[in-house]
T-cell receptor, first 110, second 114 residues
């Protein structure tokens, strides 16, 4: 599975969009980009995934660059409850483990 | 995710004791996983099972064993607990027929070994 690089921490004002970047320069053609988050030692929560196209669901949007070497998770209107550690994971369509790195600690500020 | 439950949620035990952590799911998934998380670190895979008759070691299986009693139940045992097994333990499930695979996690069990 390809390695990802994320900033250690970020702040975002409540109500503003939170843009979380992820670099995955060694991604292969059949690897997906997944985003999970973990709120204060709770179980990781699935957010979204994508392969080539941009994706949107009720939680977030995922923007993947054309060369697929980086992506951005967008929380359109961040709330205090979005304060969490966000993990970007690159992975084949199936396998065994999801490799969680140290992620980005997002703090939403009132 | 309420569809994946773990018991107990918190456990304190002593060195040398045998303990069991249990995971149950109502998602109907065939695959189940056990991970551990140490403070400030990511999750590491302990064991995983693709169906009731299938058990596989993950990257850190030493000192642990598992049992897949039914499709919905996957238990993790610490045969003789030691302090460096103090960690947060997560169970996860996924569905073989969903592509790409997505894993769904339970709420975790916080284990302290004294």
């Amino acid at each position: 599975d390809a390695k990802t690089t994320q900033p250690t921490s970020m702040d975002c004002a409540e109500g503003r969009a939170a843009n979380l970047p992820c670099n995955h320069s060694t991604i292969s053609g059949n690897e997906y980009v997944y985003w999970y988050r973990q709120i204060h030692s709770q179980g990781p929560q699935y957010i979204i995934h994508g392969l080539k196209n941009n994706e949107t669901n009720e939680m977030a949007s995922l923007i993947i660059t054309e060369d697929r070497k980086s992506s951005t998770l967008i929380l359109p209107h961040a709330t205090l409850r979005d304060t969490a550690v966000y993990y970007c994971i690159v992975r084949l369509t199936t396998g065994n483990q999801f490799y969680f790195g140290t992620g980005t600690s997002l703090t939403v500020i009132p | 995710d309420a569809d994946v439950t773990q018991t107990p949620r918190n456990r304190i035990t002593k060195t040398g004791k045998r303990i069991m952590l249990e995971c149950s799911q109502t998602k109907g998934h065939d695959r189940m996983y056990w991970y551990r998380q140490d403070p400030g670190l990511g999750l590491r895979l302990i064991y995983y099972s693709f169906d009731v008759k299938d058990i596989n070691k993950g990257e850190i299986s030493d000192g642990y064993s598992v049992s897949r009693q039914a499709q919905a139940k996957f238990s993790l045992s610490l045969e003789s607990a030691i302090p460096n097994q103090t960690a947060l333990y997560f169970c996860a499930t996924s569905d073989f027929w969903t592509v790409p695979e997505t894993q769904y996690f339970g709420p975790g069990t916080r284990l302290l070994v004294l």
